[in-house]
């Protein structure tokens, strides 16, 4: 259980959103988490194989401060360390009930699935599930995001998430991945990326092909990076930005 309090955030409408200082609101919240871990022993060594979080938040300031915008994408900092999906469009006195399940069946593999439950529209407003795994140097995952919320805050989505290659980040020789995000609802791809990477003991070239449709934003683009050992990269692919 964690209780928090935050006063003194004057003009929280005129504040220019830059960093997450800037969505910090007055406040007074508890919060309330439980969290049932399962550990198993692998190769000598004791791991988590398994973990179920369930969470929940309790606003006695429901405008936080004022803060709140009826009928508008409401962002502040105690929606956002919370959850990545936007759920304040008015006063609220509860946070949608947040549950996050992890496995580790092997080694080298991993899921996810996280879904917030919202007892204001008493329904699953938003609904992610991710798996990845490695065989060597073969990768690859698949995951499938849903969001049911309201269309000014979460807009309405179904979209499936598939990404794999070969390689790994700093292997010398070479290497190639892709990654792309399929739309059900508008029947399209709205991203894609495919990267080829060679690395060698001193330096490593990168080329990377991306593929965009998100509303009125429909173009290619094609990004090199040239990075050589203990000195820097140069080149329109930064370096946060590859896969290699």
Partial sequence: MRFRHVSGVRDFREIIRF??????????????????????????????VMSWQVMQ??????TFG???????????????????????????????????FRMMPISTASLEWRT????????ITNSSFIADARVKQVFFGFGHNQVRGTPRVSPNANQLLLRGGLGAPGRQGWSAGYTGVYDFR????????TEVTYNSD???LSF?????????????????????????SFGTLRRQ???F
């Fill in 19 to 48: 960093d997450e200082t800037d969505i910090l609101t007055s406040t007074t919240e508890a919060e309330v988490s439980l969290t049932n871990r399962l550990y198993a022993k692998r190769d000598g060594q004791v791991q988590e």
């Fill in 57 to 62: 938040r309790r606003y006695f300031d429901p």
């Fill in 66 to 100: 004022g803060a709140v915008v009826d009928g508008a994408r409401n962002v502040f900092l105690s929606s956002t360390s919370l959850t990545g999906y936007s759920f304040i469009d008015r006063a609220r006195n509860y946070s949608p009930i947040i549950s996050v």
């Fill in 116 to 123: 917030d439950w919202d007892p204001l529209y008493k329904r």
């Fill in 186 to 193: 508008l029947a399209k791809m709205q991203f894609a990326t």
């Fill in 202 to 204: 001193c330096c490593g």
């Fill in 208 to 232: 990377q092909y991306r593929r965009l449709s998100f509303g009125t934003r429909n173009e290619n683009q094609y990004l090199v990076s040239f990075a050589v050992a203990n000195i820097g």
């Fill in 241 to 243: 930005e590859r896969m």
